[in-house]
């Protein structure tokens, strides 16, 4: 039920204001399990809290449907999260070698354009710079440059082949890196989602909460099941 409450809420949480989205201040896990108790507890004070104007449809019986579409989105940001752990992972790997192929193709075109002043300086400005959007930059200029000049490569009886490896080593580790990028990973679709569902939870969660402990204020035992547990 998850992904049709999930699709269900989608419009509702795209429309959720910037200004209002804020991330969990408690695990989302544990939140969802305390909001589905919550939707349990309630049920036996209903006359009361709608007495003092609690909204009973927009918040009780639709708490489930939030808990659900955060569920959800909580499940795409999991998973997109892994996604970026292994693309890190696998880029700690490649990258290393990758910096290798660069390395030692840069000294083949030194060697083989060594008479020409012309293309030993663009492989001088190839070479400079640091980092690794640098690097996987210089791979592709490699390319370009040896396929564009290849008598001299020919002559020093030069892989041709390592061309096409560079040039396609260069769009690979592009994607890679971005997806290893953990600055994209706050700013990513699936965790505005989940921060949205979480806020758009959090509404109805407080909203009973807030009128629970009102009415119960006096009744210890009734009181108890309106707060959190977990930040008591």
């Given at each position: 039920m998850s992904k049709e409450n999930y699709d269900t809420k989608l419009t509702v949480l795209e429309a959720v204001s910037q200004n209002d989205v804020k991330p969990p201040s408690t695990p989302v896990d544990i939140y969802l399990q305390e909001s589905e108790d919550l939707s349990i507890w309630v049920q036996e004070d209903?006359?009361?809290l709608i007495g003092k104007g609690l909204n009973w449809n927009n918040n009780v019986l639709d708490l489930p449907i939030r808990a659900g579409a955060c569920r959800h989105a909580q499940s795409l940001w999991m998973s997109e999260r892994y996604s970026q752990e292994e693309a890190a992972k696998i880029w700690k790997e490649k990258s290393p070698k990758a910096y290798e192929l660069r390395n030692d193709l840069l000294a083949d075109l030194r060697f083989a354009y060594r008479k020409?002043?012309?293309l030993t300086a663009?492989?001088?400005?190839?070479?400079d710079g640091t980092g690794d959007a640098d690097?996987?930059?210089d791979l592709s200029d490699i390319s370009a440059l040896g396929k564009a000049?290849?008598?001299e490569l020919l002559v020093t009886k030069f892989d041709m082949n390592l061309l096409n490896k560079a040039a396609q080593q260069a769009d690979a580790l592009a994607q890679l890196?971005?997806?290893a990028n953990g600055a994209t990973l706050d700013n990513s679709k699936a965790k505005d989602i989940r921060d949205?569902?979480?806020t758009h939870?959090?509404?109805a969660v407080d909203e009973i909460r807030d009128t629970g402990k009102y009415v119960f204020r006096k009744d210890p035992e009734r009181y108890k099941g309106y707060i959190s547990r977990y930040k008591k």
């Open positions: 209903k006359a009361l020409r002043p012309d663009r492989v001088r400005t190839i070479a690097m996987i930059q000049n290849p008598d890196r971005a997806k949205r569902a979480f939870l959090k509404e």
